[in-house]
Protein backbone atom coordinates (compact mmCIF):
# COMPACT_ATOMS: atom_id res chain seq x y z
CA UNK A 1 0.00 0.00 0.00
CA UNK A 2 1.75 3.02 -0.92
CA UNK A 3 -0.32 5.73 1.11
CA UNK A 4 -2.50 5.24 4.36
CA UNK A 5 -4.88 7.34 5.48
CA UNK A 6 -3.67 7.03 9.23
CA UNK A 7 0.27 8.15 7.83
CA UNK A 8 -1.47 11.19 6.69
CA UNK A 9 -2.99 12.23 9.72
CA UNK A 10 0.28 11.75 11.79
CA UNK A 11 1.99 13.43 8.96
CA UNK A 12 0.36 16.95 9.75
CA UNK A 13 0.25 17.48 5.85
CA UNK A 14 -3.13 18.72 4.14
CA UNK A 15 -4.88 15.24 3.38
CA UNK A 16 -6.67 14.58 0.28
CA UNK A 17 -9.11 11.20 0.44
CA UNK A 18 -11.48 10.24 -2.75
CA UNK A 19 -15.02 9.06 -2.66
CA UNK A 20 -15.98 5.88 -5.13
CA UNK A 21 -19.69 4.32 -5.36
CA UNK A 22 -19.86 0.47 -5.81
CA UNK A 23 -21.75 -0.64 -8.78
CA UNK A 24 -24.90 -1.80 -9.22
CA UNK A 25 -23.72 -5.00 -9.75
CA UNK A 26 -21.32 -8.11 -8.59
CA UNK A 27 -18.44 -6.84 -10.92
CA UNK A 28 -14.88 -6.62 -8.86
CA UNK A 29 -13.47 -5.15 -12.61
CA UNK A 30 -15.87 -1.75 -12.12
CA UNK A 31 -14.64 -1.32 -9.05
CA UNK A 32 -10.89 -2.09 -10.19
CA UNK A 33 -11.14 0.73 -12.90
CA UNK A 34 -12.37 3.16 -10.82
CA UNK A 35 -9.56 2.35 -8.03
CA UNK A 36 -7.02 3.03 -10.90
CA UNK A 37 -8.17 6.82 -11.26
CA UNK A 38 -7.72 7.42 -7.49
CA UNK A 39 -3.70 4.79 -7.17
CA UNK A 40 -1.19 7.18 -5.94
CA UNK A 41 -3.13 10.71 -5.96
CA UNK A 42 -5.04 10.27 -2.88
CA UNK A 43 -4.52 9.35 0.77
CA UNK A 44 -7.39 6.80 1.38
CA UNK A 45 -10.98 6.45 -0.92
CA UNK A 46 -14.11 6.05 0.62
CA UNK A 47 -16.20 3.62 -0.65
CA UNK A 48 -20.08 4.02 0.04
CA UNK A 49 -22.58 2.15 1.78
CA UNK A 50 -25.83 2.28 -0.56
CA UNK A 51 -25.87 5.94 -0.96
CA UNK A 52 -29.16 7.31 -1.22
CA UNK A 53 -30.95 4.14 -0.30
CA UNK A 54 -30.00 2.54 -3.76
CA UNK A 55 -29.16 -1.38 -3.93
CA UNK A 56 -25.30 -1.36 -4.67
CA UNK A 57 -22.50 -3.74 -3.88
CA UNK A 58 -21.72 -3.78 0.10
CA UNK A 59 -18.97 -1.24 0.81
CA UNK A 60 -16.79 -3.79 2.79
CA UNK A 61 -16.73 -6.16 -0.55
CA UNK A 62 -15.81 -2.69 -2.57
CA UNK A 63 -13.08 -2.46 0.42
CA UNK A 64 -11.51 -5.06 -0.05
CA UNK A 65 -10.97 -5.03 -3.78
CA UNK A 66 -9.33 -1.82 -3.00
CA UNK A 67 -7.22 -3.21 -0.49
CA UNK A 68 -5.98 -5.58 -3.57
CA UNK A 69 -5.34 -3.02 -5.99
CA UNK A 70 -3.34 -1.05 -3.05
CA UNK A 71 -5.21 1.42 -1.67
CA UNK A 72 -6.41 2.56 1.86
CA UNK A 73 -10.20 2.24 1.97
CA UNK A 74 -12.57 4.50 4.09
CA UNK A 75 -15.39 2.04 4.42
CA UNK A 76 -18.91 3.98 4.98
CA UNK A 77 -20.97 2.26 7.72
CA UNK A 78 -24.96 3.52 8.01
CA UNK A 79 -27.83 2.45 10.59
CA UNK A 80 -30.42 2.44 8.09
CA UNK A 81 -30.40 -1.03 7.18
CA UNK A 82 -28.72 -2.97 10.17
CA UNK A 83 -29.16 -3.18 13.73
CA UNK A 84 -26.44 -3.21 16.48
CA UNK A 85 -25.55 -6.80 16.13
CA UNK A 86 -24.97 -7.21 12.82
CA UNK A 87 -23.33 -3.33 13.17
CA UNK A 88 -20.77 -4.71 15.50
CA UNK A 89 -20.13 -7.97 13.52
CA UNK A 90 -19.54 -5.86 10.01
CA UNK A 91 -17.33 -3.66 11.78
CA UNK A 92 -15.31 -6.48 13.06
CA UNK A 93 -15.19 -8.35 9.72
CA UNK A 94 -13.98 -5.39 7.73
CA UNK A 95 -11.58 -5.23 10.42
CA UNK A 96 -10.28 -9.02 9.61
CA UNK A 97 -10.08 -8.14 5.79
CA UNK A 98 -7.52 -5.04 6.81
CA UNK A 99 -9.86 -1.87 6.91
CA UNK A 100 -8.46 0.38 9.31
CA UNK A 101 -10.82 2.94 8.47
CA UNK A 102 -14.94 3.94 9.09
CA UNK A 103 -17.23 6.57 8.19
CA UNK A 104 -20.04 6.18 10.01
CA UNK A 105 -23.40 7.94 9.56
CA UNK A 106 -27.14 7.58 10.20
CA UNK A 107 -28.05 7.05 6.12
CA UNK A 108 -30.02 8.46 3.79
CA UNK A 109 -33.82 7.73 4.38
CA UNK A 110 -35.07 4.36 2.18
CA UNK A 111 -37.73 6.62 0.27
CA UNK A 112 -34.91 8.70 -1.24
CA UNK A 113 -33.97 5.02 -3.44
CA UNK A 114 -35.22 2.45 -4.94
CA UNK A 115 -36.94 0.10 -2.03
CA UNK A 116 -39.09 2.92 -0.85
CA UNK A 117 -41.26 -0.08 1.25
CA UNK A 118 -37.74 -1.15 3.08
CA UNK A 119 -38.82 -1.32 6.75
CA UNK A 120 -35.55 0.93 8.21
CA UNK A 121 -33.95 -0.13 11.08
CA UNK A 122 -31.84 3.17 12.89
CA UNK A 123 -31.65 0.81 15.79
CA UNK A 124 -29.28 3.90 16.57
CA UNK A 125 -27.75 6.91 15.20
CA UNK A 126 -24.44 8.33 14.14
CA UNK A 127 -23.18 9.49 17.31
CA UNK A 128 -23.68 6.44 19.14
CA UNK A 129 -22.52 4.54 16.47
CA UNK A 130 -19.13 6.38 16.46
CA UNK A 131 -19.60 5.74 20.37
CA UNK A 132 -20.07 1.93 19.55
CA UNK A 133 -16.80 1.54 17.39
CA UNK A 134 -14.63 3.32 19.71
CA UNK A 135 -15.68 1.19 22.22
CA UNK A 136 -14.88 -2.01 20.05
CA UNK A 137 -11.26 -0.62 19.48
CA UNK A 138 -11.10 -0.33 23.50
CA UNK A 139 -11.92 -3.88 23.48
CA UNK A 140 -15.91 -3.70 24.68
CA UNK A 141 -19.02 -4.61 23.11
CA UNK A 142 -21.90 -2.33 23.31
CA UNK A 143 -23.54 -4.95 25.66
CA UNK A 144 -20.35 -4.92 27.80
CA UNK A 145 -18.99 -8.00 26.88
CA UNK A 146 -15.11 -8.58 26.06
CA UNK A 147 -13.82 -8.43 21.94
CA UNK A 148 -11.25 -10.93 21.80
CA UNK A 149 -8.50 -8.97 19.37
CA UNK A 150 -10.20 -5.40 19.39
CA UNK A 151 -9.90 -3.67 15.57
CA UNK A 152 -7.52 -1.01 15.58
CA UNK A 153 -10.04 1.74 13.38
CA UNK A 154 -9.70 5.37 12.52
CA UNK A 155 -13.29 6.83 13.11
CA UNK A 156 -15.06 9.73 10.85
CA UNK A 157 -18.33 11.50 11.20
CA UNK A 158 -19.69 13.44 8.63
CA UNK A 159 -21.03 16.92 8.99
CA UNK A 160 -23.01 19.39 6.80
CA UNK A 161 -22.25 22.97 7.43
CA UNK A 162 -25.15 24.35 5.68
CA UNK A 163 -27.98 22.68 7.04
CA UNK A 164 -29.81 25.10 10.05
CA UNK A 165 -29.46 25.41 12.62
CA UNK A 166 -25.86 26.13 12.55
CA UNK A 167 -25.05 26.03 15.90
CA UNK A 168 -26.66 22.84 16.93
CA UNK A 169 -24.80 21.75 14.10
CA UNK A 170 -21.64 22.19 15.12
CA UNK A 171 -22.43 20.62 18.92
CA UNK A 172 -23.07 17.73 16.94
CA UNK A 173 -19.31 17.20 15.51
CA UNK A 174 -18.87 17.90 19.78
CA UNK A 175 -20.38 15.12 20.23
CA UNK A 176 -19.31 12.94 17.76
CA UNK A 177 -15.55 13.71 19.19
CA UNK A 178 -16.65 13.13 22.19
CA UNK A 179 -17.64 9.62 21.06
CA UNK A 180 -14.51 8.87 19.68
CA UNK A 181 -14.23 10.94 15.91
CA UNK A 182 -10.72 10.99 14.40
CA UNK A 183 -11.94 12.96 11.62
CA UNK A 184 -15.04 14.64 9.54
CA UNK A 185 -15.81 15.11 6.20
CA UNK A 186 -18.28 17.46 5.49
CA UNK A 187 -21.00 17.99 2.93
CA UNK A 188 -20.17 19.04 -0.20
CA UNK A 189 -19.48 22.38 -0.40
CA UNK A 190 -20.57 25.00 -3.19
CA UNK A 191 -20.40 28.31 -0.97
CA UNK A 192 -17.15 28.88 0.42
CA UNK A 193 -18.32 31.93 2.38
CA UNK A 194 -20.61 30.27 4.61
CA UNK A 195 -18.65 27.70 5.23
CA UNK A 196 -15.71 30.34 6.56
CA UNK A 197 -18.73 31.01 8.79
CA UNK A 198 -19.19 27.22 9.72
CA UNK A 199 -15.33 26.91 10.78
CA UNK A 200 -15.27 29.78 12.55
CA UNK A 201 -17.79 28.14 15.15
CA UNK A 202 -16.00 25.30 15.15
CA UNK A 203 -12.57 27.07 15.93
CA UNK A 204 -14.58 29.02 19.05
CA UNK A 205 -15.28 25.52 20.15
CA UNK A 206 -11.76 23.76 19.27
CA UNK A 207 -13.15 21.71 17.61
CA UNK A 208 -10.63 21.38 15.07
CA UNK A 209 -7.76 20.61 17.17
CA UNK A 210 -10.44 17.44 18.77
CA UNK A 211 -10.85 16.28 14.72
CA UNK A 212 -9.30 16.51 11.34
CA UNK A 213 -11.71 18.85 9.19
CA UNK A 214 -11.89 17.55 5.90
CA UNK A 215 -14.09 19.87 3.58
CA UNK A 216 -16.01 18.06 0.92
CA UNK A 217 -15.54 19.11 -2.58
CA UNK A 218 -17.71 17.75 -5.38
CA UNK A 219 -16.35 18.42 -8.72
CA UNK A 220 -19.54 18.34 -11.68
CA UNK A 221 -19.69 19.40 -15.21
CA UNK A 222 -23.43 19.50 -15.40
CA UNK A 223 -25.37 22.49 -14.31
CA UNK A 224 -28.42 20.53 -14.07
CA UNK A 225 -26.58 18.54 -11.32
CA UNK A 226 -26.06 21.76 -9.70
CA UNK A 227 -29.92 22.71 -9.95
CA UNK A 228 -30.96 19.39 -8.86
CA UNK A 229 -28.65 19.60 -5.77
CA UNK A 230 -29.88 22.86 -5.34
CA UNK A 231 -33.33 22.36 -5.22
CA UNK A 232 -33.73 18.65 -4.09
CA UNK A 233 -30.66 17.82 -1.68
CA UNK A 234 -31.71 19.07 1.86
CA UNK A 235 -29.24 21.63 3.39
CA UNK A 236 -27.51 22.04 0.10
CA UNK A 237 -26.43 26.01 -1.27
CA UNK A 238 -25.39 26.23 -4.27
CA UNK A 239 -24.47 29.66 -5.43
CA UNK A 240 -26.64 30.73 -8.61
CA UNK A 241 -22.99 32.29 -9.92
CA UNK A 242 -21.93 28.66 -10.20
CA UNK A 243 -24.75 27.03 -12.11
CA UNK A 244 -24.25 30.21 -14.58
CA UNK A 245 -21.33 29.66 -14.91
CA UNK A 246 -21.35 26.31 -16.19
CA UNK A 247 -24.76 26.18 -18.22
CA UNK A 248 -22.64 29.49 -20.14
CA UNK A 249 -19.43 27.37 -20.93
CA UNK A 250 -18.28 25.87 -23.75
CA UNK A 251 -15.90 23.34 -22.58
CA UNK A 252 -18.18 22.40 -19.03
CA UNK A 253 -16.01 19.49 -18.02
CA UNK A 254 -12.39 21.98 -17.92
CA UNK A 255 -14.72 24.73 -16.02
CA UNK A 256 -15.90 22.12 -13.33
CA UNK A 257 -12.31 21.29 -12.68
CA UNK A 258 -11.77 24.96 -12.46
CA UNK A 259 -14.65 25.92 -10.30
CA UNK A 260 -13.56 22.77 -7.99
CA UNK A 261 -9.81 23.86 -8.10
CA UNK A 262 -11.16 27.05 -7.11
CA UNK A 263 -12.85 26.19 -3.92
CA UNK A 264 -10.57 23.73 -3.08
CA UNK A 265 -8.33 26.77 -2.79
CA UNK A 266 -10.54 28.94 -0.68
CA UNK A 267 -11.21 26.15 2.13
CA UNK A 268 -7.23 25.22 1.76
CA UNK A 269 -6.64 28.31 3.22
CA UNK A 270 -9.56 28.57 6.18
CA UNK A 271 -7.71 27.98 9.50
CA UNK A 272 -8.63 24.63 10.58
CA UNK A 273 -9.20 22.64 7.49
CA UNK A 274 -7.07 20.02 7.77
CA UNK A 275 -7.98 18.44 3.98
CA UNK A 276 -10.38 17.75 1.47
CA UNK A 277 -12.63 15.23 0.47
CA UNK A 278 -12.91 14.48 -3.18
CA UNK A 279 -16.23 13.32 -4.18
CA UNK A 280 -16.76 12.82 -8.10
CA UNK A 281 -19.59 11.65 -8.17
CA UNK A 282 -19.37 9.49 -11.58
CA UNK A 283 -16.98 11.10 -13.17
CA UNK A 284 -13.75 9.27 -11.17
CA UNK A 285 -11.41 9.58 -14.11
CA UNK A 286 -11.40 13.36 -12.91
CA UNK A 287 -9.92 12.81 -10.21
CA UNK A 288 -5.82 12.79 -10.64
CA UNK A 289 -6.33 15.88 -13.24
CA UNK A 290 -7.94 17.97 -10.37
CA UNK A 291 -5.68 16.47 -7.64
CA UNK A 292 -2.70 18.04 -9.96
CA UNK A 293 -4.45 21.81 -11.49
CA UNK A 294 -5.39 21.83 -7.77
CA UNK A 295 -1.51 21.87 -6.49
CA UNK A 296 -2.46 18.72 -3.75
Given at each position: ?ERTFKDAIESGRFIVTGELGPPMGASDAV?????????????????????????????????????????????????????????????????????????????????????????????????????????????????????????????????????????????????????????????????????????????????????KILAGILPTRSHKALEYMRDNVAGMTVPE????????????????????????????????????????????????????????
Amino acid sequence: MERTFKDAIESGRFIVTGELGPPMGASDAVVRKKAAHFRGVVDAVNTTDNQSGIVRMSSIAAAAILLDEGLDPIVQVTCRDRNRIALQSDMLGASALGVRNLLLLTGDHMTMGNHPDAKPVYDMDSVQLIGVADELRKGAFMCGDEVKSPPGFLLGGAANPFAEPMGLRIIRIAKKARAGADFIQTQAIFDASRFRRWMEGVRDLGLHRDVKILAGILPTRSHKALEYMRDNVAGMTVPESLIERLRGAEDREAEGVRIACELVEEVRAIEGVAGVHLMPVMWEKITPRLVEEAGL
